[in-house]
């Protein structure tokens, strides 16, 4: 049973930066997939970035050359860089782990983007 322990969320002005990590505990193998989900009040979970096994990554449109997603295999740990920040990214932010066909989330991080 893996448990995800995500960590990096904050206050940040508009333009700034902040970076999240989730590292994965217990006895983990084989992660296919890693990647940030996020949710702002009044809409539903959307997907911001994903990263495979063998490095591949898709993004949101909306944080397309912004957001940099990243993992550590020895480390299970999934990094999501997120710079030229804005007010509309502002959200709870939810990682995720695919293990074996089953997804695992983490407890979501607060990201507040406000001046």
């Known amino acids: 049973q893996a448990q995800l322990v995500e960590s990096g969320g904050g206050l940040v002005q508009p333009g700034g930066s902040l970076r999240l990590s989730c590292a994965a505990a217990g006895s983990i193998f084989s992660i296919n997939v890693m990647g940030w989900y996020r949710q702002a009040p009044g809409k539903q979970r959307e997907l911001v970035a994903l990263?495979?096994?063998?490095?591949?990554?898709n993004y949101a449109d909306s944080v397309q050359g912004r957001f940099t997603i990243s993992r550590d295999n020895a480390k299970n740990t999934v990094y999501l860089q997120m710079n030229s920040l804005k007010p509309e990214d502002t959200a709870v932010y939810y990682c995720?782990?695919?293990?074996?066909?089953?997804?695992?989330w983490g407890q979501g991080t607060q990201v507040t983007v406000s001046s």
């Open positions: 990263i495979r096994s063998g490095g591949s990554t």
């Open positions: 995720l782990m695919v293990v074996l066909g089953s997804n695992y």
